[in-house]
């Protein structure tokens, strides 16, 4: 089976920095991408970031420009880079593993979240 555990959670004030790091179990490379999705209370769980295993991203409105998706695939680790942090970003911050089915890509597995909270 494959883990993933998430790290690098915290309190920033609005406008600081953090990186998350996401160890997956086994290689990351055998996965269509790697993801990062977040939830705030109350809301739904949304895609932030992508990697494909073509090494392209993606990311969602509102961190673009902010945000930074990468991975190292030695250390099997994926990493989200947050900069010029807003209170809105507060939420718990998750990994995922995917795979394409149904003309789209999905996670399959996910990490036990790492909380992120940004103060005004």
């Known amino acids: 089976q494959v883990q993933l555990v998430e790290s690098g959670g915290g309190l920033v004030q609005a406008g600081g920095s953090l990186r998350l790091s996401c160890v997956a179990s086994?290689?990351?490379?055998?996965?269509?991408?790697m993801g990062w999705y977040r939830q705030a209370p109350g809301n739904e769980r949304e895609l932030v970031a992508v990697?494909?295993?073509?090494?392209?991203?993606n990311y969602a409105d509102s961190v673009k420009g902010r945000f930074t998706i990468s991975r190292d695939n030695a250390k099997n680790t994926v990493y989200l880079q947050m900069n010029s942090l807003k209170p809105e970003d507060t939420a718990v911050y998750y990994c995922?593993?995917?795979?394409?089915?149904?003309?789209?890509?999905?996670?399959?597995?996910w990490g036990q979240g790492t909380p992120v909270t940004v103060s005004s």
């Open positions: 995922a593993a995917e795979s394409t089915a149904q003309g789209a890509t999905m996670p399959w597995y």
């Open positions: 086994g290689s990351i490379f055998s996965f269509d991408a």
């Open positions: 990697i494909t295993d073509g090494g392209s991203t």
